[in-house]
T-cell receptor
């Protein structure tokens, strides 16, 4: 079983829709949670970075973490065609010998249509 | 402009022919890392470097080498490429470590025949 599971999509929505992207994880040691956006033929870029359970909002984007359910979400309000990209969740945990490990989901492809 | 650059962007080669993918950052970052991205497997870390002359293995280091002789450069070396190393490769850098925001390069698509 993968430590981080993410539905690959593709997910197609009309412009203006609310988009919900999700990841589940199995390791309760994950402490930090991130969402990256990756446009076609580009490297990933960080969108949101959260530590605790609850919601974090940044413009049209809201990241939600539910540690009890081991479930994280990214909501996009008023979606735009420019939001069409692959969204990667990522999670970080400390290592017993020191340092940290970052684990990525496989990404969900989103298309916002006019 | 603050950025991470990689070269080449696309490369087709044959089994066993040594190659190097260069990575350079202009942000004076201490931390640099290489990832490969494969369908269904996501991004997996190959090697990382905490500073000059300090490198360590990631999750999938087999078949790869790196060096960090200068702060800004972190080349990825494939001494004897094999078809299972066909992948999309990303270099990333961060201020100090993996807990800082990582900035990714544009990617190098490698095909090994």
């Amino acid at each position: 079983q993968k430590e981080v599971e993410q539905d690959p999509g593709p997910l197609s929505v009309p412009e203006g829709a609310i988009v919900s992207l999700n990841c589940t994880y199995s390791n309760s040691a994950f402490q930090y949670f991130m969402w990256y956006r990756q446009y076609s033929r580009k490297g990933p870029e960080l969108l949101m970075y959260t530590y605790s359970s609850g919601n974090k909002e940044d413009g049209r984007f809201t990241a939600q973490v539910d540690k009890s359910s081991k479930y994280i979400s990214l909501f996009i309000r008023d979606s735009q065609p420019s939001d069409s990209a692959t969204y990667l969740c990522a999670m970080m945990r400390g290592l017993a010998g020191g340092g940290n490990k970052l684990t990525f989901g496989t990404g969900t492809q989103l298309k916002v249509e006019l | 402009e603050a950025q991470v650059t990689q070269n080449p962007r696309y490369l087709i080669t044959v089994t066993g022919k040594k190659l190097t993918v260069t990575c350079s950052q202009n942000m004076n970052h201490e931390y640099m890392s290489w990832y490969r991205q494969d369908p269904g497997l996501g991004l997996r870390q190959i090697y990382y470097s905490m500073n000059v002359e300090v490198t360590d293995k990631g999750d999938v280091p087999e078949g790869y080498k790196v060096s960090r002789k200068e702060k800004r450069n972190f080349p990825l070396i494939l001494e004897s490429p094999s078809p299972n190393q066909t992948s999309l490769y990303f270099c990333a850098s961060a201020q100090r470590g993996i807990t800082d925001t990582q900035y990714f390069g544009p990617g190098t698509r490698l095909t090994v025949l």
